[in-house]
């Protein structure tokens, strides 16, 4: 899947700056990138985390990503895999990024829900993507389904997922505004120890 982004590289660091810095003080745990494409995320993130997956439908760009973090030396699991149905079991990741695959989606609160489904509680998710614009061309352009996405629907996606948002940012100046959306799954209460 081809990730569309505002184009200068000085763009691309600007966007990688502040994904940075919205995981800086968060331990990343067992990483896992949706979406993983050339393997970008974990190329940055990887050496970060204590294991580090990046699942994505194409077997090509999965090919590309091994290919890229091995020459790199960053050791990672990549798998064939529908954002919808992620080969993972239930609170298996400490930390998910959905960087630059939301505007693809048919179905993004889905995909939202399958995302908080593998993250275990008081992880991590962070939602990297457009905010809402009226490019209607990119649809034909560059095959995007969803022409961004507002902090409203976002915020209610994360909530149905039981993730509360606490971090929104949005990195206006490019061609499109692009967001950062980060929320943590509650964590499960604890229950009452009995007096024995």
Known sequence: MAKTQARSPNRVSEVERAIEKALAKR?????????TGTGRMIELF????SQSIGIDRSSEMLRLARAKLEA???ASSLRQGDMYAIPLGD???DCVIIH???????APAAAIAEAGRVLAPGGTLLVVD???HEREELRATDAHIRLGFDDESMAGWFESAGLAVDHVEHLKGGE???TLWRGSKRALPQRERRAA
């Open 46 to 49: 990887g050496p970060r985390a």
């Open 100 to 106: 630059q695959v939301l505007h693809y989606a048919h």
């Open 91 to 93: 609170a298996s990741a």
């Open 130 to 132: 457009f905010a809402a």
């Open 27 to 35: 331990p990343l745990g067992r990483l896992l990138d949706v979406g």
């Open 176 to 178: 499109l505004t692009v």
């Open 72 to 74: 790199a030396g960053i």
